[in-house]
């Protein structure tokens, strides 16, 4: 479903990209008469050109994603990229509802359809509910972005069976359930999970967390397979992006130092991966690392 002032603009772009060929040929077409072939040639290749264009450049706009944990940070800034992009956006939250209604309202403000969705993933029969909730906003779902997650401190000493399965179910099994109810109402689209590219390396003070991303790496890979071929199931890992809590330069030089680019990843730069994804229609079962290369550093697990 598209809003009022995203139809006037989509109906001119296809005007202008089907009257602009004809009107080349035409203008092409005195000189065809010449019989000279080089002009069948150009206007062959300009025809071709515009296709490629008008099929990949503009093929967002119009459709809805489900964004989980969007009311902040990475979340919040795929969700904006996605309605400047003409996305309708869907916006999970759990206890943040202030900042997910100003997701909302930056949403809304690109002038695409909006709404905010309140579920807890502790509840996992609770959540196959979400998908059929964020479809009936505008009749539709193409898109799934599980970007929701949480980050606990524990070791392989301190951590307890609770806040290991507490950690997987919010991290791994939730994005999963979201996965196969949306394979299951949505006859096309593409699902893209949020990663970490620290999982391939070993974090002593965040055990449960990292095994939660592992697993829910294998299951992107699982599920590529198996949702084939209507459903995409790509991921983005994410390095060290420019965090909230932190404003100290010494401390933002440390983190640089940890990538071979030397600096520190924006918001804006895992959001364009995504929409990347989300374009290119030849795309499933891949990982997309977006950490200047940190993940080429520490490589435990062999990923």
Do not use: W
Request: proline share 4%; hydrophobic share 40%; with cysteine.
């Amino acid at each position: 479903m598209m809003t009022k002032k995203q139809i006037p603009a989509i109906i001119g772009y296809q005007i202008f990209f089907i009257m602009l060929p004809v009107t080349i040929y035409f203008t092409l077409s005195y000189k065809l008469s010449d019989g000279n072939p080089k002009y069948v040639n150009i206007l062959s290749v300009f025809l071709n050109i515009i296709t490629i264009y008008n099929n990949t450049m503009n093929n967002l706009a119009g459709k809805t994603a489900l964004i989980t944990g969007a009311s902040k940070r990475l979340g919040r800034a795929t969700a904006v990229a996605l309605a400047e992009n003409g996305i309708n956006t869907i916006i999970h939250y759990n206890n943040s509802e202030e900042d997910a209604a100003e997701t909302v309202k930056l949403s809304i403000e690109k002038d695409v359809i909006s709404d905010k969705l309140k579920y807890d993933f502790n509840d996992i029969n609770g959540i196959k509910k979400l998908i059929n909730e964020a479809k009936n906003v505008t009749g539709k779902l193409d898109f799934l972005i599980n970007s929701a997650s949480i980050y606990p401190v524990d070791s392989l000493h301190s951590l307890s069976e609770s806040n290991l399965t507490n950690t997987i179910n919010i991290n791994s099994l939730a994005p999963f359930v979201l996965a196969r109810e949306f394979k299951n109402i949505c006859s096309r689209g593409a699902i893209i999970n949020f990663l970490d590219a620290r999982m391939t390396d070993f974090e002593p003070d965040h055990i449960s967390y990292q095994l939660s991303k592992q697993m829910l790496f294998n299951l992107t890979k699982m599920m590529s397979l198996e949702f084939a071929p209507s459903i995409r199931v790509n991921a983005v890992a994410p390095g060290i992006i420019i965090p909230d809590n932190i404003s100290d330069e010494e401390s933002l030089i440390r983190l640089k130092e940890g990538n071979p680019l030397k600096r520190i990843g924006t918001p804006e730069e895992v959001s364009s991966t995504v929409l990347f994804l989300l374009r290119n229609d030849f795309i499933t079962g891949q990982v997309i690392y977006v950490d200047g290369g940190r993940n080429l550093r520490g490589n435990v697990y062999g990923y």
